[in-house]
């Protein structure tokens, strides 16, 4: 074999090819990294019988910019336009992950309006990733464009409140520790109410193009089964984990911010499959709306900003936290370790998309390429945040 | 749940010669921690997540940590009485130790079952160069999988057991670790075949111009 012409100058070190020396009919092929259904730069090498997969063994690492070592060399407050570029598609979590940890890190309390806001904006980021990733499984069991285009049309619609809010589309840079950068005017709330109002007739729509379309069904029900043992022993959280039926949302575990006083159900799938998956994500989209309407109602005037909280010259005493938010992903959260200093110690993401990769293999064995094609889809990674 | 200082009572009752030492967490989030020697690290895992009044079923983060040798400085602070009658004087004597380097491997357990965590687990290599084997905790929870690779990869943390030890977010050929403090990038290592600037003349160091051949005499 050849090797490859992409030889490492530094290391002069080849990047293996895949192998062509596999007994009888398995044949190994490498799918990605470019490859517009590995949603990013992510390759799997795949080891096929016939159309089988008997073996794969996911690559990735493309992106990897070491953004943890970025952030130890910035200070606690510059790595927060940083957290944006993780899960590129949900700056506003990141943030709010990120300010969580550094508040139970330094004891910062948050006023009640800030918590308000923030649970709003997190459940927008929520319907818009989720509205996102039905768009792109959609594209994934080949329905091109159309699905997508109508998540990506409404997709916008929260993007511009976003941007009305924080200055960006996507990259928000928005919560601060001890609360959030800009208060919400009132004309901003106005129209978030409305596109909350609106979301529901979209989503019935949506839901009557897709849920019950005999293809989705042929081509989800019964593929990447897994089991709820599993789930849980691989650390898989979010939609992923409540598709096996494990009842577990941080939102109602730990409780955190203002989430306790909102009514809200947690979606349950029974089968673990894509499509439970598929559809645990459209009901969690509804429970968004009914927390939204609640928040955006008893939104409580005050502070946006704890006033004794300190941005400049930020140094919170030795010690360390692990901060965690219920993402749209999953699990997201931060473990900061200091030193007294001005940067942290040491910043490590749990990146929910990185570790539900853990059970790819597990999910595709047995099925066809087309199928670990949706599997990968309906697992929802960023690559932004797996490579990190 | 029982607090961390009877759960270590616990563990060390059960596994006699373990070192179980209890760290404190002087941060606001009070998020105490264990630290385990590593003979015994794997079997007290196993323990914890097995028992039914704990059942810690989910291991969700896995962190590396560096800790490279420190020079430390004790103060202790002495009260002498003064010999001519008067007031104790404070006396301040400073010590220098050198801490030595490690590396630190930090597991964060949560229970699904039971809703409770976190409980923190932590594990300490004997330096930061020969002696950095640590057991794998995959064989016990298997989101540590990516996680433990990932630091293998970052900090050169050797996991024991684990099933497939490879690097993960650095390419196969990678040779450093570049999350440990002292980590230095290669200077050659931002090569690219433009001509342009700084980068242009550490490759010359690196890549040396080809020797010219020499070309036919030309005739007059």
């Known amino acids: 074999m050849n090797p490859t012409p992409f030889a490492n100058p530094s290391t002069g070190a080849h990047v293996r090819s895949v192998r062509s020396d596999l007994p009888g009919d398995l044949m190994e092929v490498s799918m990605g990294p470019h490859h517009p259904s590995t949603h990013g730069v992510f390759r799997m090498i795949v080891t096929l019988d016939g159309e089988t997969i008997v073996r794969l063994k996911p690559v990735f690492g493309y992106l990897h910019r070491n953004h943890e070592k970025l952030a130890e060399n910035t200070s606690y407050l510059g790595s927060m336009p940083y957290t944006d570029r993780l899960d590129y598609l949900n700056s506003m979590t990141n943030n709010w992950a990120y300010a969580r940890a550094v508040e139970q890190l330094a004891g910062i309390a948050v006023p009640e309006r800030a918590e308000y806001v923030r649970v709003i904006l997190a459940e927008l980021t929520r319907l818009l990733n989720h509205t996102c990733l039905a768009g792109f499984l959609m594209q994934d069991c080949g329905c091109s464009g159309t699905p997508l285009m109508y998540a990506f049309r409404e997709r916008e619609k929260i993007l511009d409140l976003f941007e009305s809010l924080s200055g960006s589309r996507m990259m928000c840079n928005y919560q601060r520790f001890g609360g959030c950068r800009v208060d919400p005017p009132a004309d901003w709330l106005a129209r978030a109410g409305q596109l909350v109002a609106e979301y529901g007739p979209f989503l019935d729509e949506f839901e009557a193009l897709l849920t019950g379309n005999e293809i989705l069904l042929a081509r989800t029900q019964g593929v990447g089964r897994l089991s709820a043992a599993l789930a849980i022993n691989a650390g898989v959280t979010g939609p992923m984990l409540r598709a096996t039926g494990v009842n577990h949302d941080l939102r109602k575990v730990d409780g955190y911010g203002v989430y306790p006083r909102f009514q809200f159900r947690i979606p349950l799938g029974e089968h673990g499959d894509v499509y439970d998956r598929y559809m645990i994500r459209i009901l969690e989209m509804r429970e968004s709306l009914a927390i939204l309407r609640q928040a955006l109602a008893g939104l409580p005037a005050g502070p946006i900003m704890n006033p004794a909280a300190k941005l400049r010259g930020f140094r919170p005493k030795a010690g360390e936290a692990y901060g965690r938010i219920e993402g749209p992903k999953g699990e997201i959260g931060f473990h900061l370790v200091s030193d007294g200093g001005p940067n942290p110690w040491r910043y490590h993401v749990r990146a929910p998309s990185f570790i539900n990769l853990t059970i790819l293999e597990d999910l595709c064995l047995g099925h066809t390429v087309a199928d670990a094609v949706i599997i990968l889809g309906s697992i929802d990674i960023v690559l932004g945040e797996v490579d990190r | ?220």
């Open chain 2, 1 to 220: 749940m029982e607090t961390l200082p009877q759960l270590r009572d616990r563990i060390a009752a059960l596994f006699p010669g373990a070192d179980v030492v209890l760290v404190t967490n002087p941060s606001p989030s009070a998020q105490h921690a264990l630290r385990l020697d590593a003979p015994h690290a794997r079997a007290i895992a196993t323990f914890l997540r097995d028992d039914p009044a704990l059942q810690l079923d989910q291991c969700t983060n896995v962190t590396g940590i560096d800790w490279p040798e420190k020079e430390v400085v004790d103060v202790t602070r002495t009260t002498v009485p003064d010999p001519a009658g008067g007031a104790p004087r404070a006396v301040e004597e400073k010590t220098k130790r050198i801490e030595p380097g490690r590396l630190e491997v930090v597991y964060h357990l949560y229970s699904i079952a039971l809703g409770h965590g976190p409980v923190v687990l932590r594990l300490v290599t004997g330096n930061r160069t020969d002696a950095v084997t640590l057991p794998s905790l995959t064989p016990v929870w298997r989101s540590a999988e990516f996680q433990e690779r990932e630091v293998y990869d970052l900090f050169g943390i050797v996991f024991e057991g684990h099933p497939d030890l490879r690097r993960i977010l650095m390419w196969d050929g990678f040779k450093d670790h570049p999350m440990r403090r002292d980590y230095r990038e290669p200077d050659d290592y931002e090569w690219e075949p433009t001509p342009h600037g700084d980068v242009l003349a550490k490759a010359k160091q690196h890549y040396p111009a080809p020797t010219p051949t020499p070309s036919a005499p030309s005739t007059p």
